[in-house]
């Protein structure tokens, strides 16, 4: 099993950055995709940005050019560095992990999840 442990979230202006940081335990693997997503209240959990094994990555429309992910497999660590955040970023940020080495935008397709941290925007 594989444990992971969101932190990072927080209140911010609108225009301001946060740093998300997903920690991994237990039988982690470099070759483990992993994906950020997001829920706001009374909405579906959504595709935020996934990285591959083999770092490739892919993000939402909605955040491309204002959210990054990286990971530190020697840390076991993911990270999500978010930039001129909106109000409409306001969510439950999970990270997510794979047990296999591509990402998907699906989380269905995702078998290990964190406990979420929130996110708010000001305006």
């Known amino acids: 099993q594989v444990q992971l442990v969101e932190s990072g979230g927080g209140l911010v202006q609108a225009g301001g950055s946060l740093r998300l940081s997903c920690a991994a335990s237990?039988?982690?693997?470099?070759?483990?995709?992993m994906g950020w997503f997001r829920q706001a209240p009374g909405k579906e959990r959504e595709f935020v940005a996934g990285?591959?094994?083999?770092?490739?990555?892919g993000y939402a429309d909605s955040v491309k050019g204002r959210f990054t992910i990286s990971r530190d497999n020697a840390k076991n660590m993911v990270y999500l560095q978010m930039t001129s955040l909106k109000p409409e970023d306001t969510a439950v940020y999970y990270c997510?992990?794979?047990?296999?080495?591509?990402?998907?935008?699906?989380?269905?397709?995702?078998?290990?999840w964190g406990q979420g941290t929130q996110v708010t925007v000001s305006s």
């Open positions: 990285i591959s094994w083999n770092v490739l990555t």
């Open positions: 237990g039988r982690t693997s470099s070759s483990n995709a």
């Open positions: 997510a992990g794979r047990r296999i080495t591509g990402y998907s935008t699906r989380p269905a397709d995702y078998d290990y």
